[in-house]
Nanobody
Framework: QVQLVESGGGLVQAGGSLRLSCAAS????????MGWFRQAPGKEREFVGG????????KYADSVKGRFIISRDNAKNTVYLQMNSLKPEDTAVYYCAGKLWSIAVADAEGKYDLWGQGTQVTVSS
């Protein structure tokens, strides 16, 4: 069973950048398409973006398109979320999630099999 652990969250000023990492245990990480979600206080968890198991395809929410980049290194069992030009509205707990054997990126959280514990990102104005 693969377990996911996020890291890299913190406090950053608006306009700044952060890179989140999601490290996976287990030998089947490369079988999972990976997604990033976030949940702001008082709001539902929402899809941020995702990447297929091979890294060949990515998908982003309109709110982050052009600012966030998802990548993965299957040799390191890690997926990354590079966040640039951060805005206060990006403040949330960010979660990575895994979906086994998916050829496309799913944007519905119910489609995912595994979840990390989340990491807080706070963007100050």
């Amino acid at each position: 069973q693969v377990q996911l652990v996020e890291s890299g969250g913190g406090l950053v000023q608006a306009g700044g950048s952060l890179r989140l990492s999601c490290a996976a245990s287990g030998r089947t990480f490369s079988s999972y398409s990976m997604g990033w979600f976030r949940q702001a206080p008082g709001k539902e968890r929402e899809f941020v973006g995702g990447i297929t198991w091979s890294g060949g395809s990515t998908k982003y929410a309109d709110s982050v398109k052009g600012r966030f980049i998802i990548s993965r290194d299957n040799a390191k069992n890690t997926v990354y979320l590079q966040m640039n030009s951060l805005k206060p509205e990006d403040t949330a707990v960010y979660y990575c999630a895994g979906k086994l054997w998916s050829i496309a990126v799913a944007d519905a959280e119910g489609k995912y099999d595994l979840w990390g514990q989340g990491t807080q990102v706070t963007v100050s104005s």
